[in-house]
């Protein structure tokens, strides 16, 4: 509500303990605000961000004015990503089939975005950024890296695990959502290895030394496990935010974008 982000006005309950967002901002102003789903927004909620998008300051309410003009405003929206999903598909489309051109995507996201939201807000916004499908190999990336936590807890107990390309493609496939992109995969992952794997690592099938190697069974629609040789890794050294810090490490861009279909991203910064 629109109290609990600017704070209750005088003689309501919760007035002297302000709001969260304008308590959050005046400690903290060089600060980035993610608003997730902005399309699922109260009307007053806008009316609170084009103030804070035109004039970069917003009152709360006891009549303080916090300064906005060094934070970032970042906001998602799902708007036509529902359209978009019956004409296209995630990295693993059917043979012969082809999706909507990401220029496509663009033009139909754009055009809904000009039709759930008013041209006044959309004006204030600095950058609108709509989300590329993932493509298979972003896929199996994803799966890679996932799979990483499996392999650190394998490899505490002597052990460790290896997946062919086509289990990814396999893991991928049934793991994406045209609507939910790859939010799916981490359940996926569960179900397709690491249930079984237990159940086998339970019955003693698996010993220390081991490694897994994951691959599809000949009609390519499951996966099978298969004990092969090689030399156990050493574990992932996990390294901090601070000590990241410390080294002064870049950290430049993700390579593996997330979000489904035709989210998109408004940007702004509040001046």
């Known amino acids: 509500t629109v109290a609990k982000l600017v704070g209750a006005p005088p003689g309501y309950v919760g007035y002297d303990e302000g709001g ?22 109260h009307p007053d909620v806008f009316n609170i961000l084009l103030q804070i998008l035109d004039e970069g300051r917003l009152t709360d309410g006891q009549g303080r004015h916090v300064d906005f003009s060094n934070t970032v405003v970042i906001m998602t929206s799902n708007i036509g990503a529902r359209e978009i999903a019956r004409t296209n598909t995630m990295g693993f489309s059917s043979e012969g089939s082809k999706g909507l051109s990401d220029k496509e995507i663009t033009s139909r996201v754009m055009s809904e975005l000009k039709r759930g939201f008013r041209p006044e807000f959309l004006n204030r916004v600095d950058e609108i950024v709509v989300f590329k499908s993932l493509s298979a190999e972003q896929l199996r990336g994803i799966v890679d890296l996932m799979v990483l936590e499996l ?33 799916p995969l981490r359940r996926t992952i569960q179900s397709m290895i690491e249930d079984p794997l237990s159940e086998e690592l339970l019955s003693g099938k698996w010993t220390a030394g081991d490694i897994v190697s994951v691959d599809v069974d000949a009609e390519g629609k499951k996966l099978v496990f298969t004990k092969t040789t090689g030399v156990i890794p050493e574990p992932r050294k996990k390294e901090t935010m601070a000590l990241l810090d410390q080294k002064d490490v870049s950290m430049g861009p993700a390579s593996i974008p997330s979000g489904s279909v035709g989210s998109s991203d408004l940007a702004s910064s509040a001046e």
């Open 20 to 41: 969260e967002l304008t308590k959050a901002v005046r400690r903290r102003p060089y600060s980035v605000l993610l608003f997730d789903e902005i399309e699922k927004a």
């Open 151 to 183: 392999r650190d807890r394998l490899i505490a107990n002597g052990m460790s695990i290896e997946l062919t390309e086509s289990a990814k493609d396999l893991i991928a496939k049934d793991g994406t959502d045209p609507v939910y992109g790859a939010r």
